[in-house]
């Protein structure tokens, strides 16, 4: 199985909600499982997006209680690393998607990068391309061209 990570702020407007909610669902429909931070804004958004059409979620907890969890996620993993937990998030992804965000969604990005991951920015932060020598941060105008340039990444159908 593929798993493919949502990352993103913890709060979100309701486009983004909209977005993230949509690549979530986009995951489900791929069969992957989505992995995500477990809590609120885009986290939720695309776990519940995910949860609508059948698939299974994982959320990494910064905190040390499963009840922390979004409602949407079936998998909750305390961790009670704080934001150390971004890099677990990263880790345990074979490709992510990144929606809006913070500082701590540039470190997953920046992770996962470093790692060597496909990771998509769909409105998120801008990267210059010769900044990052020998890496590939595509940007996506959709949540079905996010998903679209994930699944080549990966080679799945």
């Given at each position: 199985m593929v798993y493919i990570g949502v990352i993103?702020?913890?709060?979100?407007?309701?486009?983004?909600?909209?977005?993230?909610?949509?690549?979530?669902?986009?995951?489900?429909?791929?069969?992957?499982?989505l992995i995500c931070g477990g809590l609120s804004g885009v986290m939720e958004h695309a776990a519940r997006g995910a949860k609508s059409a059948g698939g299974t979620t994982v959320g990494i907890l910064p905190d040390c209680s499963?009840?922390?969890a979004n409602q949407y996620i079936d998998i909750a993993i305390p961790t009670g690393l704080g934001e150390v937990r971004n890099l677990l998030v990263v880790r345990s992804s074979d490709a992510l998607v990144a929606i809006g965000g913070q500082y701590g969604t540039l470190s997953e990005i920046?992770?996962?990068?470093?790692?060597?991951?496909?990771?998509?920015?769909?409105?998120?932060?801008?990267?210059?391309?010769?900044?990052?020598?020998?890496?590939?941060f595509p940007e996506a105008e959709t949540a079905e061209e996010a998903i679209q340039i994930i699944t080549a990444a990966l080679q799945m159908n």
């Open positions: 993103g702020e913890g709060t979100t407007d309701s486009r983004g909600a909209q977005i993230a909610y949509e690549v979530g669902r986009l995951v489900a429909l791929k069969g992957a499982l499963r009840d922390d920046a992770f996962a990068l470093k790692m060597r991951k496909p990771v998509v920015s769909l409105s998120s932060w801008e990267i210059k391309k010769d900044a990052l020598p020998g890496s590939d």
